[in-house]
């Protein structure tokens, strides 16, 4: 848990397009709005990041996903509810027919016509998230390395590059649990931080 000035500061600055090292659920990530595509870029560059890549997508609560035209609905809206707030990422493809997102959002899906969002438990970051938007937060780490699990570390990747650093301490977690949800089922991508239970993957997964 950050102190509320550090929260608020985080907020100011996201929210007018910086970038900055956040806690996250998980681990230490270099966050910034998913909204600003030069802020997305921006993160591409300072991660190193291979560019085919899309990122995971932080959002406050399931109805976020509808800005970026994906539908959901019947098993999908079953599943996330189950899991959400959770350490559970999911992959859902852009609606065929939102044409003008798929091609709005192609910074963040890279071509994939698909993203990946994720709403995290503690309740100061989904607050954080209502207040910025939703944010892109890999790890705070370049692509390849090992992930910062200190602020210390974080500073050694991004230095005077990153607009602030929120620290909360030494953070080691597992990275979030990747599912992708198509045609109504689900397939377990990376197993994670949050372990899924037998019953729940054999009434939902993938046949």
């Known amino acids: ?21 956040l806690p996250t659920d998980t681990i230490y990530g270099i966050v910034g709005s998913a909204l600003m595509p030069e802020t ?3 993160i591409y560059r300072l991660r190193k990041r291979n560019p085919e890549k899309p ?8 109805s976020d996903i509808e800005q970026f035209g994906v539908a ?31 091609k709005k959002f192609n910074y963040l899906h890279r071509k ?3 993203l990946a969002f994720r709403v995290p438990k503690p309740a100061w970051l989904r607050r954080l998230l209502e207040e910025t938007g939703p944010l892109v937060a890999p790890s705070a780490n370049f692509e ?31 990275p979030s649990t990747l599912i992708t949800i198509e045609k109504g089922k689900m397939m377990i991508l990376r197993e994670g931080a949050m372990k899924i239970s037998q019953d729940f993957v054999s009434a939902h997964f993938a046949e």
């Open 112 to 114: 994939t016509g698909a």
């Open 144 to 174: 390849g390395e090992p992930p910062a699990l200190t602020i210390h570390a974080a500073k050694r990747y991004f230095g005077k590059n990153a607009d602030f650093y929120a620290d909360a301490g030494r953070i080691v977690s597992k």
């Open 72 to 102: 959901t609905g019947g098993a999908v809206e079953d599943i996330i509810s189950r899991i959400w707030p959770g350490k559970v990422s999911v992959i859902l493809p852009i609606s065929p027919s939102s044409g003008s997102e798929l």
């Open 1 to 21: 848990m950050l102190k509320r000035s550090e929260i608020s500061k985080a907020i100011k600055i996201l929210s007018s397009g910086g970038v900055g090292i």
């Open 40 to 42: 997305v870029a921006r």
């Open 55 to 62: 990122m995971i997508v932080l959002i406050s609560s399931a």
